[in-house]
């Protein structure tokens, strides 16, 4: 059974793009079964002497349309079967570019890559992509039809954030000003980045009169030794694998530009080779963005979204100037 989210208009379009899929794998199978010679016959090859051979590739193709018609019915539980036939569409042309430079087959042959795989490159690494995004998403585990006050209310199956000394962000902003600062995914190199800017500017945050506390998708244990890694393990740090928090201070998920656009692609290879950050496993919804937030007796001060996955600290004139103008007159 589909759920709400399946007929949501933004996904209408990849059931369709299946669904044209497989009509079209179905369609060139059976031309191919029924007659075989016809496209040696166009290209100026000569006939094969065992047809049964390429009727054989014809009918591969016509079960890919059958599982590209059972796929646009959920993209979301069928993708897999969107996955393998993408990787054909993407292994396939390479191997006739070998064998056109080899001469075993005529260029002319590329028009059947043009339309059996070629166009179907974006619609398909878009509806993968989706999928892995939607699946990312600690919402998606969420019983359909959950509000977004029940989710923060811990009403579902969203875990709950925990910090690493027990407190919540109301008393440990009550003691002193606090600054949480947003990572990404542990396995981010951005993350990391991020993690040894804090530790170079930590006496300068303090001097500003803020105590940053780093929160995290990881587990308390992960988050630990992440923490030490960059000899931060005197700061408390909260776990929030659900995400809870980023939502609640409105840091959204990225879009493509801001994950992977050129200038991002740029400060990455920075960060992972130029600065030796390296690249880690995936830990964490890897669309998430990081940003900043300023905490003061139990308030929120000021909240400095990312503008991208390469964005790190906020500015210290940008903070000093946000407490400065929450400061009583």
């Known amino acids: 059974m589909e759920s709400p989210n399946d007929r949501q208009s933004p996904w209408l379009w990849p059931r369709w793009v299946m669904r044209a899929a497989g009509i079209y794998n179905l369609v060139w199978g059976t031309w191919v079964i029924l007659f075989p010679h016809h496209l040696f016959d166009w290209s100026g090859i000569p006939r094969l002497n065992h047809p049964g051979i390429w009727q054989s590739v ?68 878009a509806i993968l992509y989706g999928v892995f995004k939607r699946q990312s998403d600690p919402l998606a585990r969420v019983v359909s039809g959950a509000t977004t006050g029940e989710i923060l209310q811990e009403a579902y199956i969203l875990p709950s954030p925990k910090s690493s000394n027990g407190k919540s962000i109301d008393e ?45 998708m990881s587990s308390l244990v992960e988050g630990e030794k992440l923490m030490s890694s960059y000899g931060l393990q005197s700061l408390v740090h909260i776990s929030d694998p659900g995400c809870v928090l980023y939502r609640h201070y409105q840091l959204g998920r990225g879009t493509v530009s801001q994950l992977f656009g050129p200038s991002v692609w740029w400060k990455g290879f920075q960060a992972a080779i130029v600065k030796g950050h390296g690249v880690g496993k995936l830990s964490g ?45």
């Open 285 to 329: 919804d890897g669309f998430q963005l990081g940003g900043a937030a300023i905490v003061n007796q139990g308030r929120t001060v000021q909240v400095f979204p990312a503008k991208s996955a390469a964005t790190t600290l906020p500015a210290e004139e940008d903070l000093r100037t946000s407490l400065q103008c929450a400061a009583p007159m």
């Open 172 to 216: 440990l902003s009550k003691e002193r000003p606090i600054l949480l600062v947003f990572i990404r995914h542990a396995g981010c190199t951005f993350c990391r980045e991020t993690l040894q800017a804090l530790a170079g500017r930590l006496a300068a945050l303090r001097d500003l009169g803020l105590e940053p506390v780093v929160v995290h």
């Open 58 to 125: 014809g009918m591969i193709v016509g079960v890919y349309g059958i599982g590209y018609w059972i796929s646009a019915s959920n993209v979301q539980r069928h993708w897999p079967i969107i996955l393998v036939g993408f990787l054909g569409k993407i292994f396939g042309p390479i191997g006739f570019v070998g064998a056109a430079l080899r001469g075993e087959l005529p260029w002319s042959w590329g028009v059947t890559i043009i339309t059996n795989d070629l166009i179907w490159w974006i619609p398909f690494a």
